[in-house]
T-cell receptor, first 111, second 114 residues
Framework: QKEVEQNSGPLSVPEGAIASLNCTYSDRVSQSFFWYRQYSGKSPELIMS????GDKEDGRFTAQLNKASQYVSLLIRDSQPSDSATYLCAVDSGGYNKLIFGAGTRLAVHP | EPEVTQTPSHQVTQMGQEVILRCVPISNHLYFYWYRQILGQKVEFLVSFYNNEISEKSEIFDDQFSVERPDGSNFTLKIRSTKLEDSAMYFCASSEQRGDQPQHFGDGTRLSIL
């Protein structure tokens, strides 16, 4: 059974701080990794995709991938209260044309 | 920005009835998906669809479920005889290519089975 694991949180950070969200996955053949943000009662919204080992930056967001450790992370710099949401890690199932989602980490940014 | 649109936003149905959820994927996307999310649980894959046929389906997607692309724009999910446990948010997604490309999600249909 292919799994994607995330700490459920809540992760509480003060406004302006860096939030660090982590994800591990079980399927070594996975090649594509995504972070989605989901506000309560809403649909997943794509934030970042990453395919190669290392860091990928987009604005305040940085995704990090380490395939050897089967680990993906998302850093949010200068966190804002509007970043408060559940962050979903999603991993492609090794070319089987579907995403496997983690349960998500709830982030709370307090003023 | 192009987006995936889903209708209706909320569907209430009696147990045992048939329900059809509708989606319009992003126009230049070739791969279409349905996922569901039971309240408080993970987003779960149901089915993927390409070139007018199912390319992958999960164990959840049993004989009660079917998908169709009835015309050049719509993509539908039909549940033939709904059960109480089918109550969930159903999300349609589309991508330009296979799972190595980002999937973009619609706003979802909340399905409530009474």
């Amino acid at each position: 059974q292919k799994e994607v694991e995330q700490n459920s949180g809540p992760l509480s950070v003060p406004e302006g701080a860096i939030a660090s969200l982590n994800c591990t996955y079980s399927d070594r053949v996975s090649q594509s990794f995504f972070w989605y943000r989901q506000y309560s009662g809403k649909s997943p919204e794509l934030i970042m995709s990453i395919y190669s080992n290392g860091d990928k930056e987009d604005g305040r967001f940085t995704a990090q991938l380490n395939k050897a450790s089967q680990y993906v992370s998302l850093l949010i710099r200068d966190s804002q209260p509007s970043d408060s949401a559940t962050y979903l890690c999603a991993v492609d199932s090794g070319g089987y044309n579907k995403l496997i989602f983690g349960a998500g980490t709830r982030l709370a940014v307090h003023p | 920005e192009p987006e995936v649109t889903q209708t209706p936003s909320h569907q209430v149905t009696q147990m045992g009835q048939e329900v059809i959820l509708r989606c319009v994927p992003i126009s230049n996307h070739l791969y279409f998906y349905w996922y569901r999310q039971i309240l408080g649980q993970k987003v779960e894959f149901l089915v993927s669809f390409y070139n007018n046929e199912i390319s992958e389906k999960s164990e959840i997607f049993d004989d009660q479920f079917s998908v169709e692309r009835p015309d050049g724009s719509n993509f539908t999910l039909k549940i033939r005889s709904t059960k109480l446990e089918d109550s969930a948010m159903y999300f349609c997604a589309s991508s330009e290519q296979r799972g190595d490309q980002p999937q973009h999600f619609g706003d979802g249909t909340r399905l409530s089975i009474l």
